[in-house]
């Protein structure tokens, strides 16, 4: 997803992808500065010439890149033709980004020993083109045409598109001490140039900063989570797990699923954030709960899949939904948010107490598996068609590629389709929101849920059971059963609906060599002829998708399985949070074995890095090898036998602190002192969403 040499940072929904110099270029695609779903700088260049050896050019010597932003190290070519010419300056550019825009510090230090003169020059352009127009990320749309400006200011200029909806986007450019040099712009582009000199005093280094601020902004909504996980095994990921969701956070209060191309608010990949993260961040759940409750569909509209009681499956910003060009503000092409949003619901209740469950949430879960409900077929199976439209979506699932739901043979499914792991999302919201009926006085309507379960768990079984694999099928379609081996069941041990006494033998099937690797599990068999482990969703292995499944192995009591899921998903997250070059937490591998590839070290080149539910995986690995729980109203903790080292980790439960700590085979759950940083009490807590502006 990032070209090789570039890197990225990531803060408060704004992203900076620069190049091998650490600067934003023309020339290198899918570099630039993006916020609001609109690219508002495609070039913000610091150029350095010595002006002693004009032509000695600059030479990468290292980068770090992490929560902080991107640090890219340069050194001064060698003015001279032999070997032993001395390279005069060591140059270093600090790329870092908030909610306002982008700040490039660029230090140098002159190793020479006279006093050095260098020529600094600040280049920045816009056509302010919304990201569906930018191509690399996405297939290129059509242009829209847009009034460019460009203003003298101090130090720089301000640059501004209009687009013909009538809202103006603007980046305003400075380079400190530095005089403006150039500023114009033609129907396309707008630019300014501005330049300053810096004399640098032998073995000394002098700095200048350029910056670019943004605007519109988005209010920013307070969310504090602070998730406390130690593991000795894997030293310091579970802080960089909290670094990357901390980077990804939008305004709104969820995390963005991944950076570059969606740092946007996906539905499923919210609620999945929060369900790996309930026990230690229910903030963080309540947060995104909170937030796609209040953008939950009360009416139909045939363009978005909007329908009452559905949660969107996406939510994007810039100019083109309001010129109808995007029916992505929301979109709500998705089978699994509303049923995940509902299970996830239940689970924070019964986490944080029901009582923390306002009227305003319950109303919405009652909502979402209401539609859960009424798009089922008679015994309660979940299916969907495809989006009939130009940008629609063909398959609803979180494996949502155009070719991701296929027979062994390659055979793509036909519609209407059913998804194994849906089905098993549906049945826990009808368990856990029949729950929070009981809770609340409404057995007529906990038991409707109940019996609606049940048929869903008999038909599951009877319907996508495969004998001669012993485990589920990927989906059913129109035409039977899409008799596929993937890893879609693994979601279904966690959402309960697999009977008893099949999950032994659905677990065993997860952990045949054709389906585990050593980064954890491939999304589809490689005993298919259609495997591919370079595809996006048929062969390759994610992160998330792994836990989930160690989740669902916790769930049955197989702490075999989930140790053999937690240690490959733990050390592969590792392997990528430890590299200094590197963000980590990718959204995907390649799924090859470890006799192919250095497993978890080769990037995909599909792969968002970081990705929210990938950071939020290291959680989910920490729930299963825990075997967190709880009962009558107290958390437990049931860890793997085997699993490795020491654990410690704080709860969070009905209001109260805890402490679980695991080491020599067993785990010991005690309540600290302090209260939980949820607050249950508080009516005020779900206005803690602002509406934001609809013309970022």
Sequence with gaps: ??????????????????????????????????????????????????????????????????????????????????????????????????????IVETTLRNYTSDERAVDVELTAASAFRHVFECPGYFVARDPVEREVTAADRESGARLAGTSPDGTTRSATIQLDGARTAAVEADCEIAKTTAERTLQIPSGESVSVVATAKLRPTRERVDLEFDPSVSMASVPNLFAAAEDTLRALMLPEGVPGAGAPRFVAPFGRDALLVGLQTLPFAPDLTRSALTYFAGRQASTADPDTLAKPGKIPHEGRRGDLPALGRSIRSPY??????????????????????EQAITDELYAAAVDAVEWT??????????????????????????????????????????????????????????????????????????????????????????????????????????????????????????????????????????????????????????????????????????????SIAAMGCARYGREDAASALVDRGLDVLATGATDPGRWGFPELLVGLDGTDVDAGRVQHPDSCEPAAWSAGSAFGFAQAALGLDVENGTPVADPAASLDGTMEATLHCRGRRYTVRYGDGSAVVAPSCSPSATATDDPERDSDHPEVTIDG
């Excluded at 695609?29 to 000695?56: C, H, I």
């Excluded at 948010?337 to 019964?350: N, Q, S």
Aim: hydrophobic share 40%.
């Design 1 to 102: 997803m990032i070209p090789d040499g570039c890197a990225l940072a990531v803060r408060d929904g704004v992203v900076c992808v620069v190049g091998e110099a650490g600067d934003v270029r023309p020339d290198r695609l899918k570099t630039g500065l993006y916020a609001n779903d609109t690219q508002y700088l495609e070039e913000f260049s610091v150029r350095v010439t010595d002006r002693d050896a004009p032509e000695s050019g600059w030479d990468r010597l290292d980068r770090r890149v992490g929560s902080d932003g991107v640090a890219t190290v340069l050194v001064g070519g060698a003015p001279g033709e032999g070997r032993g010419d001395a390279r005069r300056f060591l140059l270093q550019k600090a790329v870092s980004v908030d909610g306002n825009g982008v």
């Design 373 to 546: 409900i009424a798009v089922g077929d008679e015994d309660g199976v979940l299916w969907y068609e495809p989006h009939d439209h130009e940008h629609g979506l063909t398959h609803q699932g979180w494996k949502d590629s155009a070719r991701a739901i296929a027979r062994p043979d390659g055979t793509a499914a036909a519609p209407p389709i059913a998804l194994a792991e849906v089905q098993g999302y549906a049945y826990r919201a009808l368990r856990g929101v029949s729950e929070l009926a009981a809770g609340r006085g409404d057995d007529e309507f906990g038991a409707r849920l109940d019996e609606r379960a049940t048929r869903l768990r008999g038909a599951f079984d009877r319907e996508f059971w495969l004998p001669d694999e012993n485990c589920y099928a990927l989906a059913l379609d129109a035409d039977g059963t899409v008799d596929a081996v993937a890893s879609n069941q693994g979601h279904a041990l966690w959402g309960g609906i697999v009977p008893a006494e099949r999950a032994d033998n659905v677990i065993d099937r997860l952990l045949r060599p054709d389906m585990l690797t050593d980064a954890g599990l491939r999304t589809f068999s490689a005993s298919h002829d259609a495997f591919d482990p370079l595809s996006y969703h048929r062969g390759s292995v994610w992160p998330h998708d792994t």
């Design 332 to 353: 709500y092409g998705t089978v699994d948010a509303t049923p995940l949003f509902a299970a996830l619901v239940a689970a924070y209740g019964e986490w944080a107490g």
